[in-house]
């Protein structure tokens, strides 16, 4: 009972606390689809309080993808830690991971 009574709420919180994805992809420039097994050219921890509210974060990617010309996609998303963290903190602390994708 006791297992009970800390694995559900537990549970709750996680699916509370979700998941998201947000892909920008660049008309032209690359596929729509899953990049697969491709390292981003650039991996970034986004930091935000309070779920991120009335808060905004600026990549400059000019300088990631040389003159920004060559992006291809931009993926803003919560991975497995960045979910346990907003958890674990309910919100206060909210973390998201921001990848780069370039074409060379």
């Not at 009574?5 to 998941?19: E, K, N, Q, T």
């Not at 491709?38 to 990549?59: A, E, M, S, V, Y």
């Amino acid at each position: 009972m006791l297992v009970k009574s800390i694995i559900y709420p537990i549970l709750f919180v996680l699916l509370l606390s979700g998941c998201m994805t947000h892909k920008h992809v660049f008309k032209g420039k690359g596929p729509d689809h899953s990049i697969g097994n491709i390292k981003p050219d650039l991996r970034k921890t986004n930091h935000f309080l309070f779920w991120g509210f009335l808060q905004t974060r600026t990549l400059d990617i000019v300088f990631v993808c040389d003159r920004g010309d060559n992006t291809v996609l931009i993926k803003d998303h919560k991975d497995l830690w960045d979910i346990l963290f907003t958890s674990a903190t309910l919100g206060v602390y909210s973390p998201t991971t921001t990848d780069v994708y370039c074409r060379y």
